[in-house]
């Protein structure tokens, strides 16, 4: 039986965890599907292709990060990527699927909870499900069978360090 688990909150790591996870189920035989939401730019976890074959990547975003309100192409692009996965999450293609940074599209009103909600509800029992990203609606939390919050507690980005390669991104 798979579960749905939920990494949030303001702390780095939400992605840098589902992407373990992903590699820990791929060395274990599994087939894992990560969809990206709102996530269009080169991150060097986009080349876990190139070394695991049983991990498929695909990004349903633009090249920028959403830091104001949404386009009609963020939608488009949003919708498209939900309706990808939920074939996958309903017939059971692959034996996980992360929806990496879903929380965030929910918040910006890319995807609606309804939506996600629903999908959970018809998905193929078998499938794990790992939803990743800051915001995520309390009918989420609820519904899931894990929940991490990742808190932050010290960054380095206070004291004027950027995202470094391999690291960040």
Not at 143 to 155: F, G, P, Q, S
């Amino acid at each position: 039986m798979g579960f749905v688990h939920v990494y949030t909150g303001n702390g780095k790591g939400k992605t840098t965890a589902a992407f373990g996870q992903a590699l820990r189920a791929a060395c274990a035989g599994m087939n894992v599907f990560i969809g990206q939401f709102i996530k269009g730019m080169k991150y060097s976890e986009l080349d876990v292709v190139k070394y695991v074959h049983n991990i498929t990547v695909e990004q349903f975003g633009r090249d920028c990060f959403i830091r104001r309100n949404p386009d009609k192409i963020d939608i488009e692009l949003a919708q498209k990527g939900f309706e990808k996965v939920k074939e996958f999450i309903q017939n059971g293609t692959y034996d996980m699927v992360i929806l990496d940074e879903l929380n965030v599209a929910i918040y910006y009103g890319l995807i609606q909870v309804s939506q996600v909600l629903e999908l959970l509800e018809k998905r193929n029992q078998n499938v794990e499900i790992i939803i990743t990203g800051r915001y995520a609606p309390n009918e989420l939390l609820e519904y899931a069978d894990l929940v991490t919050e990742m808190r932050e507690v010290k960054h380095y980005y206070t004291k004027g360090i950027m995202a470094r390669k391999g690291i960040e991104f």
